[in-house]
């Protein structure tokens, strides 16, 4: 009798190792890879990014029954842990939460060896938060409005404070100065502790904080806010009036954190990684706790975050040009 003929034991087992050994992520996102995939954070733990890593760690962990471990890569506003990435393979055991500081550390630090646009896989952005527009509690102003005629009556004699050069909190006012034709003298500290506190203590009289930094002084009553950056009102703070809304037309300053994957990921797997994502933000406990830290749930593609990345770039980049930043 005649028989089909079946491929020996050997055999299949053999192809089966082949195929394991050079299946990508999307292996993985099945559970047939077990090999721990690593978040890289390109800043200190506690920062927003590694919050935002840590959240999403054991809930990646959870869904694919595959270990996730956070991994903080500082230095170099970030360059370090993001060039770490560029240069991991697109196998799906790398990805990397970073905030939007990402975009503009090209054009403070030229010679990095990356583009920030073109190498890197944009996955999702996770949620967006603003910054205000705060003054001490001395200064007679109550709107933006007011606050630019009172800077505009002192040409070069006041004084605003950030974390530092290069900080979203610098560029926030700088943007506003190029827009409202300001002229007020930057003091870059080291961080925002010693920034925060010399604002209390009417050392600078103005600085831009994240919303949900700037609330509890607020209501202490130590410090005013004028305004806060976001085009539309922040959700989470409706009573915030926003400085579009107050005539600084355009004003739009986005303080949102993002997820990236190295170069070349394959489409299949960008794919899995933004719909993971996407569906792990939309829990209402992860919004919960997104929400403590300022930040709203924005989601979207990895087209419509790409584009996004590639905005804030050139948007920052002109702004750092027209206005002379430098690093430190």
């Known amino acids: 009798m005649s028989r089909s003929p079946h491929p020996s034991r050997r055999r299949v087992l053999a192809a089966l190792a082949a195929s394991a050994a050079v299946a990508p992520f999307g292996a993985l996102a099945q559970g047939i890879s077990k090999r721990p995939v690593r978040i890289i954070v390109p800043f200190t733990p506690a920062a927003g990014p590694d919050i935002v890593a840590r959240l999403l760690a054991p809930r990646l ?6 270990p996730f471990f956070v991994e903080n890569k500082p230095g170099a506003s970030g360059t370090i842990g993001t060039e770490v990435v560029v240069k991991s393979p ?4 790398t990805i990397m939460v970073g905030p939007a500081s990402i975009v503009t550390a090209p054009h403070l630090y030229p010679k990095i060896s990356y583009d920030v646009v073109k190498d890197l896989s944009a996955v999702t952005n996770v949620g967006s938060t603003s910054l205000a527009l705060v003054v001490h509690k001395s200064v007679q102003a109550a709107t933006v409005r007011e606050f630019i005629a009172w800077v505009k009556s002192q040409p070069g004699k006041l004084n605003y404070g950030s974390p530092g ?5 610098h ?5 506003l100065k190029l827009q409202a034709g300001l002229d007020i003298v930057h003091v870059p500290y080291k961080g925002s502790a010693p920034a925060e506190n010399d604002l209390i203590a009417g050392v600078i009289p103005t600085m831009f904080l994240p919303v949900h930094v700037a609330l509890p002084k607020i209501k202490a009553g130590q410090i005013k806010v004028l305004g806060e950056s976001l085009k539309e009102r922040h959700p989470l703070f409706p009573d915030i009036p926003s ?6 037309t355009g004003y739009d300053v986005d303080l949102w954190i993002g997820v990236w994957a190295p170069p070349g990921m394959p489409a299949d797997l960008l794919a899995k990684y933004n719909s993971e994502i996407r569906a792990i933000v939309a829990l209402p406990e992860m919004r919960e706790q997104l929400a403590s830290q300022g930040l709203v749930p924005n989601t979207g593609t990895p087209e419509q975050f790409a584009k996004l990345v590639k905005d804030d770039f050139e948007k920052w980049g002109k702004v750092i040009r027209d206005a002379k930043i430098r690093a430190d």
Do not use: I
């Open 171 to 175: 560029f926030c006012m700088e943007l």
């Open 61 to 66: 962990q959870a869904r694919w029954d595959q």
């Open 165 to 169: 050069n290069g900080t979203h909190h």
């Open 243 to 248: 400085l579009h809304e107050q005539g600084v």
């Open 90 to 93: 697109p196998d799906g055991h």
